[in-house]
């Protein structure tokens, strides 16, 4: 009997035969997918052997996705459910004494998110939440981005400086503006006391509705600085000096090596910051509710700021009205973060094409 693993035989005309189909050549290659797109035998093992190697892994994550379940999921799934019916102060389940009275608020479906988007008062505070927004972030760019160049090259006494601009974030906020609510007091404010030192006359920084968005568009600023300053130092201090040098030698003015060196280095974390700043100073409950409590007159007042005063100011309290604002400006932001990544995305295409 010839032994299947000899070398092949000869056939007629010189040529060899292919070896004989043993078991092994019978073996199939197990796909990724099997049969109607289904993960076949292959994934299945690949995510048991991912789950036996990384197990502790899963056991460490699941206390925080548990909590973050409780903390964030639960409030998230009741409120969306709220946004159907017509809850409020008056027909919501509550104790009085040791009777419980059973909710008799009903299911209205779409009514609310018809309510509010049909009205003018939510798109009013709309306009006046995006212009906060795009202004505190700007600024807060601008300012950050500047200081932090002029901290990255060696000046005496840098340490110090960078101590003294990122003060401000260290101090809680409630502190920092309860601090600049004295500042901008009408009669006793050092602002005031200032300008009427200087022959000018005092202003109504918190009365006045222009000039109250104007005060608290630059506390948000203060506030925001140290923050958007410690991101961009670390973003110039990874563009690799030799760039500059070379630019230099070749004779790039400082605004030439700030428009194609600085700037195309920072891009990464700058978009980064920059979304993230965004979401939070859309949602700057502190500021404005400490500041000026929305006045006057409400001019102030952001969307969420609004959301609040719904549920806990007006009466009776509107909790279905309020959990409506609260998805809404859900949904801004996530439309707001997929077109903005979309827009980065294809920006760095382009330029990766180029």
């Keep these: 009997m010839a032994d299947a693993s000899g070398p092949p035989a000869v056939a007629a005309g010189g040529g060899t035969t292919a070896p004989a189909a043993g078991p092994a050549a019978d073996r199939k290659e197990t796909g990724p997918a099997g049969p109607g797109g289904r993960p076949g035998p292959g994934a299945l093992t690949r995510l048991r052997r991912g789950l036996a190697t990384h197990w502790y892994a899963w056991v460490m994550v699941a206390p925080v996705v548990a909590v973050i379940g409780v903390i964030v999921g639960w409030p998230l799934v009741r409120g969306l459910y709220l946004t159907f019916t017509d809850a409020d102060e008056s027909n919501v389940e509550r104790r009085i004494g040791v009777n419980t009275i059973d909710a008799s608020y009903e299911f209205v479906g779409l009514q609310n998110y018809v309510d509010v988007l049909t009205g003018g008062h939510f798109w009013d505070k709309l306009v006046w939440t995006v212009v906060w927004t795009v202004s505190c972030v700007v600024i807060t760019f601008v300012i950050g981005l500047t200081l932090a160049n002029m901290l990255n090259r060696k000046v005496r006494g840098r340490s110090l400086y960078r101590i003294a601009l990122i003060l401000p974030w260290a101090i809680p906020a409630f502190v920092s503006v309860f601090a600049w609510r004295m500042l901008y007091n009408e009669r006793s404010g050092i602002l005031n006391a200032a300008l009427e030192g200087g022959g000018l006359s005092a202003m109504s920084w918190l009365t006045d509705p222009f000039w109250a968005k104007v005060s608290v568009i630059a506390v948000n600023v203060w506030l925001g600085v140290p923050f958007m300053l410690i991101a961009m130092l670390g973003a110039l201090q990874s563009i690799p000096a030799e ?63 609004e959301a609040f005063k719904l549920a806990f100011q007006r009466s009776p309290r509107d909790f279905a009205g309020s959990a409506t604002w609260g998805v809404l400006i859900l949904i801004l932001l996530i439309l707001f973060a997929l077109v903005y990544r979309r827009a980065l995305r294809q920006q760095g295409d382009k330029e990766g094409a180029w």
């Design 243 to 305: 760039q500059y040098e070379a630019a230099e030698m070749d004779g790039a003015t400082a605004w030439q090596r700030f428009w194609n060196i600085t700037l195309p280095g920072v891009r990464s974390v700058s978009a980064t910051v920059v979304l993230l700043s965004s979401i939070w100073t859309f949602n700057m409950f502190p500021v404005i509710f400490l500041l000026t409590g929305g006045g006057p007159v409400g001019s102030t007042d952001i969307l969420v700021t």
